[in-house]
């Protein structure tokens, strides 16, 4: 079995392509720089092929591939690479798989684009059901996950200290599943050769039950020693900076992300990243499949005790 893996560099891209090899299968890692994958370089089962989309000779010397697997998405999910890189990067991407003639395309999306108002769910959106509604032979699975522990770590450090763990409007109203990069690579794998995904959009999250903020942070308290404590914030802020941003935004990109920015903190800190039940009008925590093994807890426990590495690099609401 022959994998492509499309944004091999990032998140979960990264973990994808640890656990792809594991499996023994052969990889083409697609990299923004080869020096990003260095550790890598010197595998008999991996080749690493510099991909900048905007060159129309990006997949120059590539080979065929049984299967494509894009992690490819925006750092920040500001306006201004939304759609460069969620929509215009995929779907060059698909236009290669379906030239060569590429069997397979599993795409790892997101599970807020099911209520979509920011930019970056939009354009995710877009390239979904243009992969979905694809010609050819080219069977396509949409992967929508829940939250990453990575996500949920930004207040690690203030609680360690002794410091209250923040939350918008109580902390009660919103909720997840969250899933580690290793389960829910070993989700997509699983996924290559499961013929009953083709043409699918599954949402997934871990093992459960649903957290929501404020237990996130009794969560942390516990296994950092301290008495749980937790501070409320109005999810309103974001409203009042995304308006002073906005007054520059037709004539400032910068200022255009930022609001941009501020729009998906409040959409974070006000929607649950669980299955949406359109019928209900409510996120449905029983709907909401779950996989593998890891918990938030170990996560926590592993960042604490310093077993678990923490990229301080990725993108949180809090930081320590």
Known sequence: MNVLIGGAT?????????????????????????????????????????????????????????????????????????WSVEYEANHRLLQWAQDVGVGRFILLSAICVQKPRLAFQRAKLAFEQELLASEGSLEPTVIRPTAFFKSLSGQISRVSRGKPFLVFDGGRNTACKPISTRDLAQFILDRIEDSESYGEVLPIGGPGPAITPREQGELLARLCGRKP???????????????????????????????????????????????WDAHRSCYDESATPETGSDTLGDFYQGVITRATSLDSSHHRLFGG
Request: hydrophobic share 40%; net charge positive; glycine share 6%.
């Open 229 to 275: 404590a937790v501070r409320s914030i109005s999810s309103r802020w974001f409203d009042g900076a995304e308006a002073i941003l906005n007054t520059a935004a037709g004539i400032s990109s910068w200022s255009r992300d930022k609001a941009e920015f501020a729009r998906i903190a409040k959409y974070y800190a006000t929607e649950s990243m669980l299955v």
């Open 10 to 82: 990032g998140y979960v891209g990264s973990a994808l392509l640890h656990q792809t090899l594991e499996r023994g299968y052969h990889v083409t890692a697609l990299v923004r720089k080869k020096t990003a994958s260095d550790q890598w370089q010197d595998h008999p089962r991996l080749r690493l092929h510099r991909a900048d989309f905007t060159d129309p000779l990006w997949a120059s010397g590539l080979p065929h591939h049984d299967a494509l697997i894009s992690c490819i998405a925006s750092r920040q999910g500001g306006v201004s690479d939304a």
